[in-house]
């Protein structure tokens, strides 16, 4: 029995130039050379910097990572629900959803498939509104963003349902020892540290009964669960770094060891936890530094993590690393420890994305802002050998791969 094998690419970018644009591309994968042809690209107008693709349905959920409502000031983002194609691979939309917050950056489905989680990096802006007290004398309050995590019912057949529950994170405002306003020497963006929660990415340990969140505003990472009976979010526990202005990003669970990883946005390190399912609660076991040496600053800034991607066969991970553009392979040891094995050129600007082919024979790495995805062989160790291929894109941060069978 042969397959066809689609891969789904969304495009994201933080500036026109030289990121191309956005969207969603899609490509068929050739497994024979590990090759993608173009498909088509739809829906430009959408910042779809992370995708979830539902398989048994033949569903495909993207983030539209914006902060203004359409035709308003302000007003949060959307999730998107496509149904794929099966002959094809082409999507058709299907619904959105506003998500209440700015800027919805990450997606998970639950194992039910009933419910779709939505977190948000949020907008790190603020407003200053005049008030008056009960004694009759006037003061100011700064107001920012709410920061949520948005859990959504999804009908039987996929589409998207209303909001039933969620959970705001909550910031400082700026008042605490901590907090600090940074500036992006290479976006412009501003960072507000310990202000505002900004919530980066949300993931679900593989037995599917806890998930983590990432808030890189606040040094954190959250752990809840769902209530599948009630539609309920019910928070369990939350990390907190050390280091301030880290910014955890994304995260993966081992496939088999309740072991968990972290990365850092502004710092070029790793984190490696025990979890506790029941408990949420995440206990550090090793901080990983994934240089050779400190590089310093590089382009104003320092060197941190985009994607996180940890093999099926356990043995393996793979983070990848700005400024340098570098993919890093880790090896596991028996106790899912990470340690270095190989630093290797992502061969393109800005790996945000990475994906391992269906048949784990290569990793495609999605370079964002040199608009392309370059391809390595996997060896048997994990290691990477780069091929040589460059396949033109627009503007990749989210790879993922669709076998439908003949």
Same mark, same amino acid.
């Given at each position: 029995?042969?397959?066809?094998?689609?891969?789904?690419?969304?495009?994201?970018?933080?500036?026109?130039?030289?990121? $191309?644009?956005?969207?969603?591309?899609?490509?068929?994968?050739?497994?024979?050379?590990?090759?993608?042809?173009?498909?088509?690209?739809?829906?430009?107008?959408?910042?779809?910097?992370?995708?979830?693709?539902?398989?048994?349905?033949?569903?495909?959920?993207?983030?539209?990572?914006?902060?203004?409502?359409?035709?308003?000031?302000?007003?949060?983002?959307?999730?998107?629900?496509?149904?794929?194609?099966?002959?094809?691979?082409?999507?058709?939309?299907?619904?959105?959803?506003?998500?209440?917050?700015?800027?919805?950056?990450? =997606?998970?489905?639950?194992?039910?498939?009933?419910?779709?989680?939505? %977190?948000?990096?949020?907008?790190?802006?603020?407003?200053? $509104? +005049?008030?008056?007290?009960?004694?009759?004398? *006037?003061?100011?309050?700064?107001?920012?963003? @709410?920061?949520?995590?948005?859990?959504?019912? +999804?009908?039987?057949?996929?589409?998207?349902?209303?909001? %039933?529950?969620?959970?705001?994170?909550?910031?400082?405002?700026?008042?605490?020892?901590?907090?600090?306003?940074? +500036?992006?020497?290479?976006?412009?963006?501003?960072?507000?540290?310990?202000?505002?929660?900004?919530?980066?990415?949300?993931?679900?340990?593989?037995?599917?009964?806890?998930?983590?969140?990432?808030? $890189?505003?606040?040094?954190?990472?959250?752990?809840?669960?769902?209530?599948?009976?009630?539609? $309920?979010?019910?928070?369990?526990?939350?990390?907190?770094?050390?280091?301030?202005?880290? *910014?955890?990003?994304?995260?993966? *669970?081992?496939?088999?060891?309740?072991?968990?990883?972290?990365?850092?946005?502004?710092?070029?390190?790793?984190?490696?936890?025990?979890?506790?399912?029941?408990?949420?609660?995440?206990?550090?076991?090793?901080?990983?530094? =994934?240089?050779?040496?400190?590089?310093?600053?590089?382009?104003?800034?320092?060197?941190?993590?985009? /994607?996180?991607?940890?093999?099926?066969?356990?043995?393996?991970?793979?983070?990848?690393? %700005?400024?340098?553009?570098?993919?890093?392979? %880790?090896?596991?040891?028996?106790?899912?420890?990470?340690?270095?094995?190989?630093?290797?050129?992502?061969?393109?600007?800005?790996?945000?994305?990475?994906?391992?082919?269906? /048949?784990?024979?290569?990793?495609?790495?999605?370079?964002?802002?040199?608009? @392309?995805?370059?391809? *390595?062989?996997?060896?048997?160790?994990?290691? =990477?050998?780069?091929?040589?291929?460059?396949?033109?894109?627009?503007?990749?941060?989210? +790879?993922?791969?669709?076998?439908?069978?003949?």
């Amino acid at each position: 029995m042969s397959a066809k094998i689609f891969a789904y690419v969304g495009n994201w970018s933080f500036q026109p130039k030289p990121a $191309k644009g956005k969207g969603i591309t899609i490509f068929q994968y050739i497994p024979e050379n590990g090759d993608l042809k173009l498909i088509e690209t739809i829906r430009p107008d959408v910042a779809a910097g992370q995708l979830y693709l539902d398989s048994g349905r033949k569903m495909l959920y993207a983030v539209n990572e914006i902060g203004e409502r359409r035709g308003e000031i302000g007003g949060g983002g959307y999730v998107m629900a496509f149904r794929i194609d099966p002959s094809t691979g082409k999507l058709t939309f299907v619904n959105e959803k506003e998500s209440l917050s700015p800027e919805p950056s990450y =997606l998970c489905m639950d194992k039910s498939g009933k419910y779709l989680l939505a %977190c948000h990096c949020s907008d790190p802006f603020h407003v200053t $509104k +005049i008030v008056q007290r009960a004694d009759g004398t *006037f003061a100011n309050e700064v107001l920012f963003d @709410d920061t949520a995590l948005v859990m959504f019912r +999804i009908h039987s057949d996929g589409s998207l349902g209303d909001i %039933c529950d969620l959970f705001i994170t909550e910031g400082t405002g700026g008042k605490s020892p901590r907090s600090q306003v940074n +500036i992006d020497p290479v976006s412009g963006h501003i960072q507000l540290v310990e202000v505002l929660s900004r919530q980066h990415s949300v993931v679900a340990s593989p037995s599917g009964e806890l998930f983590a969140v990432c808030d $890189k505003g606040m040094d954190r990472i959250h752990t809840f669960r769902i209530d599948r009976e009630g539609g $309920k979010l019910i928070r369990l526990d939350t990390w907190i770094a050390e280091e301030v202005a880290c *910014f955890p990003r994304y995260a993966a *669970f081992h496939p088999t060891l309740p072991v968990f990883y972290a990365n850092n946005e502004n710092y070029a390190g790793m984190n490696s936890f025990h979890y506790d399912e029941t408990t949420g609660k995440l206990t550090l076991l090793k901080k990983l530094f =994934l240089l050779r040496e400190d590089p310093g600053l590089v382009e104003g800034k320092p060197v941190g993590a985009q /994607d996180i991607l940890a093999h099926p066969n356990g043995k393996v991970l793979y983070i990848t690393l %700005c400024g340098l553009n570098l993919i890093v392979v %880790c090896e596991l040891d028996e106790h899912g420890m990470p340690a270095v094995r190989q630093l290797i050129d992502s061969n393109g600007k800005m790996p945000r994305g990475i994906a391992l082919s269906p /048949d784990e024979r290569f990793l495609l790495s999605g370079n964002m802002v040199s608009g @392309d995805i370059t391809r *390595f062989v996997v060896n048997n160790d994990g290691t =990477l050998d780069y091929t040589g291929k460059i396949i033109p894109a627009i503007s990749p941060s989210a +790879i993922r791969f669709l076998t439908v069978e003949d």
